[in-house]
T-cell receptor, first 111, second 113 residues
Framework: DTEVTQTPKHLVMGMTNKKSLKCEQH?????MYWYKQKAKKPPELMFV???????INESVPSRFSPECPNSSLLNLHLHALQPEDSALYLC??????????FGPGTRLTVL | GESVGLHLPTLSVQEGDNSIINCAYS??????FIWYKQESGKGPQFIID?????DKRQGQRVTVLLNKTVKHLSLQIAATQPGDSAVYFC????????????FGTGTQLKVEL
C-alpha cells in the first residue's frame, strides 16, 4: 500500500479565515513533506518533517504553519493567506532517503 | 546553483510508438533520481527510480537511463498508450540526503490516436 490521503480535496477561503489541511499515511514512513504546486509548474518543497521533527523549512511565510501530531499525520495550518497562495498543496511521505509518495493534493483557492 | 531541467516542454507521440523524455541535471553530487507522472488534477505518481551506482533500470514498459558523464537522465516508455498522457517530472536528491528533492520543469506527453 503506497497511499497518502489528503483532506479536503478542495478548499475555498477568505483572506481572514483560518483553515487546516490534513495528510495521513499508514506506511510507517518517518519523513513527511508539504509541497506547493502552481499550475504548469513543478512541486516546490515547503516543509520536511523527519521523525516528527521539523527538519527543513524552505523560508515559507509564517502564515503557513505545519504540525506533525504523530508519525502518521501531518497538518498545515493556514491563516491570513493571500490570493497568490492559491495552489495545489501536496503532501508526501517516505522512508529516510527513499522514494517519496504523494497524496492527491488539496486544491486551495484564496479569495 | 543546482538545477534540474528538461529539454522539451511538450512531446507528442503516436499511440504504439516509443516515447523518450529527457532531463538534464547540474549537481554532480546527486545520487538518487526519480521519475514521476502527474495526470491532470492528481498528485505525482512514482514511476521508476535509479541510484547513481547504476546506469539503467527497467520496469514494466518503462526504462530509465542515467548518464553521469553528461549529467543526463531519460525515461523511455515502450508502446505508448493514451493512458500515458500526462506531465512527467524528473527529480533528484543530493548525496547529502536530507530528504530534499529538486524537480525538473516537466514535460507534457500527448499521445495521439
Amino acid at each position: 500500500d503506497t497511499e497518502v490521503t489528503q483532506t479536503p480535496k478542495h478548499l475555498v477561503m477568505g483572506m481572514t479565515n483560518k483553515k487546516s489541511l490534513k495528510c495521513e499515511q499508514h506506511m510507517g514512513h518517518r519523513a513527511m513533506y508539504w509541497y506547493k504546486q502552481k499550475a504548469k509548474k513543478p512541486p516546490e518543497l515547503m516543509f520536511v518533517y523527519s521523525y516528527e521533527k521539523l527538519s527543513i523549512n524552505e523560508s515559507v511565510p509564517s502564515r503557513f504553519s505545519p504540525e506533525c501530531p504523530n508519525s502518521s499525520l501531518l497538518n498545515l495550518h493556514l491563516h491570513a493567506l493571500q490570493p497568490e497562495d492559491s495552489a495545489l498543496y501536496l503532501c508526501a511521505s517516505s522512508q529516510e532517503g527513499d522514494t517519496q509518495y504523494f497524496g492527491p493534493g488539496t486544491r486551495l483557492t484564496v479569495l | 546553483g543546482e538545477s534540474v531541467g528538461l529539454h522539451l516542454p511538450t512531446l507528442s507521440v503516436q499511440e504504439g510508438d516509443n516515447s523518450i523524455i529527457n532531463c538534464a541535471y547540474s549537481n554532480s553530487a546527486s545520487d538518487y533520481f526519480i521519475w514521476y507522472k502527474q495526470e491532470s488534477g492528481k498528485g505525482p505518481q512514482f514511476i521508476i527510480d535509479i541510484r547513481s551506482n547504476m546506469d539503467k533500470r527497467q520496469g514494466q514498459r518503462v526504462t530509465v537511463l542515467l548518464n553521469k558523464t553528461v549529467k543526463h537522465l531519460s525515461l523511455q516508455i515502450a508502446a505508448t498508450q493514451p493512458g500515458d498522457s500526462a506531465v512527467y517530472f524528473c527529480a533528484e536528491e543530493g548525496a547529502g540526503g536530507g530528504n530534499k528533492l529538486t524537480f525538473g520543469t516537466g514535460t507534457q506527453l500527448k499521445v495521439e490516436l
